[in-house]
């Protein structure tokens, strides 16, 4: 077996896992050149509020993904520990810690 093997199948594990984040993180960026193309037709104003609106609704959705990265690690712990009560506890935090923010972002995008 050669030394690289190891390497290429981590390698190989790690896209698999990426490779669906990679495509949402480049869905949001075509959508803002698309929103910025059509805004952009209106008037240099219009773009201005609009790239302006698009990063204040960017905050509750950063902060909620700032969340569950941490809550993601704990609860992994929990889960291959096999502690049940600490694993339904980070949960729930999770779920009582993001909605809050995704729920008032979908309010206000309409």
Not at 40 to 59: D, E, H
Not at 62 to 82: D, K
Request: charge should be positive.
């Amino acid at each position: 077996m050669s030394k690289a093997a190891p390497f290429f199948r981590e390698a190989r594990a790690t896209l698999v896992l990426a490779v669906p984040m990679m495509a949402g993180q480049l869905s949001q960026m075509l959508m803002g050149l698309i929103d910025a193309a059509m805004v952009g037709r209106v008037g240099i104003v219009s773009l201005a509020a609009a790239a302006f609106a698009n990063s204040l609704l960017a905050v509750p959705l950063l902060i909620s993904i700032g969340l569950l990265t941490a809550v993601s690690v704990q609860i992994s712990q929990a889960h291959g520990a096999g502690r049940r009560e600490e694993l339904a506890k980070c949960s729930g935090t999770a779920s009582c810690s993001v909605l809050p923010p995704v729920y008032r972002w979908r309010r206000w995008s309409g």
